[in-house]
């Protein structure tokens, strides 16, 4: 996708099923809903999708680990949603994607994604317990504003990949739009470090 982004290897809900005890298995959660508003009535909203602010700082999906000893992926989500999404429960129809995460750590990451109506999106929003965000799926004028300055920020994990990969399948933004911010956040973090460093002249 990017070399700001590492690739993950995509496998099949059946190939993470059979992986053995050596892996863990992370499932997140997607919420998104349709919004034909518009930013100071002339940047089209599009779509509404919700991340969290988690409990380290870092920018990610509702969901969390599932012991899958004890919990099938779906009713290990929704326990997790639970503690703090409230009354929400995903199922398999919801499940999107899985991704291999290789490191000191194995871990099979799963994304489910959920198409809510904005009214559905805002109650959830108002009985989340970490704070909620919407993430901006626009570019202002400056080509920085918006989209590409969201992606600037600090993500755990797979959070960053799985958002893009999320994106592009679900046909929320264009392929080249996504390569557009990813492009200029890069390079934004770029400058903002070339600023700490010490002149080498």
């Known amino acids: 996708m990017s070399a700001a982004v590492p690739e993950l290897k995509q496998i099949s809900r ?10 863990s298995h992370s499932c997140h959660a997607m919420l998104y809903a349709a919004n034909p508003g518009q930013l100071f009535g002339r940047i089209p909203m599009r779509f509404s999708v919700l991340m969290q602010m988690r409990f380290d700082g870092l920018l990610g999906f509702p969901g969390g680990f ?3 000893r004890f919990w099938s992926l779906e009713d290990g989500l929704n326990r997790v949603l ?4 409230g009354c929400l429960r995903l199922t398999e129809a919801d499940y999107l994607s ?9 871990v099979v990451a ?3 994604a959920r198409q809510l109506t904005l009214e559905q999106l805002h109650a959830v929003e108002i009985s989340a317990v970490l704070g909620l965000v919407r ?5 202002q004028k400056d080509r920085v504003g918006g989209f590409p300055n969201f992606l600037s920020n600090a993500f755990t994990s797979t959070a960053k990949y799985q958002l ?7 046909n929320m933004m264009p392929e080249e739009k996504l390569a557009e911010a990813l492009a200029a956040a890069t390079e934004k973090q770029k400058k903002a470090l070339e ?5 080498s002249s």
């Open 82 to 85: 639970g503690l703090g999404l």
């Open 195 to 199: 600023k700490l460093l010490p002149s």
């Open 14 to 23: 059946v190939e993470a099923m059979r992986l053995g005890p050596g892996w």
């Open 135 to 139: 993430v901006p799926l626009y570019t």
């Open 110 to 112: 799963h994304l489910y």
């Open 164 to 170: 893009l990969f999320a994106l592009k399948v679900l």
């Open 98 to 106: 899985s991704h291999l995460t290789e490191g000191p750590h194995r």
């Open 66 to 68: 599932v012991d899958r």
